[in-house]
């Protein structure tokens, strides 16, 4: 009995630690952003749209060089094979006006029929966040008004927008279109921690299997 005992005790002691180390590292794996579907007074704010996100924590859409696009990280759409074209008003082939409280956007120079996706992203000031409009399949132009208003952001007056980046995504995507969902991946260091557990487990079963041959 005290043998037993002791196999029981060693193994029930290994997959406590193991399950300890699992839920301490799914507390502090970073949490994922998550994107938002827009209400309906801010997703029509854009013609030729087929869908409206807004990230709750994003403020820059970042496009550094050897660096994750903010766009990516943020899982806009689902999808995360963004890449950055360039800014309406800004760069050579993106038509329109990129600022102020409305405008139009005009992409029918740069679009390119490997283009699975393309998306409008939507940047203001303080108290904002990114707002993408995907785009609907072939519509290259446009007009926008302003998505930083008071039914979304806690602003007194509509937000003057600072500029406007459009990017793009090619055959293969990753995700989902159309404003779904998409689940979080568990951190590869939390499987080693669900791991662990799992082999103190087995090794209980094994050395209870021994005590009873």
Not at 66 to 88: C, S
Not at 178 to 206: C, F, K
Request: proline share 4%.
């Amino acid at each position: 009995m005290k043998r037993t005992f002791s196999f029981i005790s060693s193994a029930t002691a290994f997959v406590a630690i193991g399950s300890a180390i699992a839920s301490s590292i799914v507390t502090v794996a970073p949490v994922n952003a998550a994107t938002f579907s827009c209400p309906a007074g801010i997703a029509d704010n854009v013609s030729g749209s087929s869908g409206c996100q807004y990230s709750n924590t994003a403020t820059q859409d970042s496009v550094t060089p050897n660096k994750p696009l903010t766009v990516t990280q943020e899982r806009f759409f689902g999808l995360t094979n963004w890449q950055f074209g360039g800014k309406i008003g800004e760069n050579a082939g993106y038509g329109g006006k990129g600022s102020g409280q409305q405008g139009i956007w005009n992409i029918a120079q740069v679009f390119q029929p490997t283009w699975q996706n393309a998306m409008l992203v939507f940047k203001s000031g303080a108290g904002t966040s990114l707002v993408g409009y995907q785009m609907e399949k072939g519509v290259t132009s446009g007009n926008w008004t302003s998505p930083f208003e008071k039914l979304l952001f806690d602003v007194r007056n509509t937000k003057d927008v600072s500029h406007i980046s459009v990017y793009f995504a090619e055959g293969g995507s990753t995700g989902s279109t159309g404003g779904g969902s998409s689940e979080a991946v568990p951190e590869p260091s939390t499987m080693a921690g669900l791991a662990l557990a799992g082999a103190g487990l087995a090794a209980y079963r094994r050395r209870r299997a021994a005590v009873k041959a």
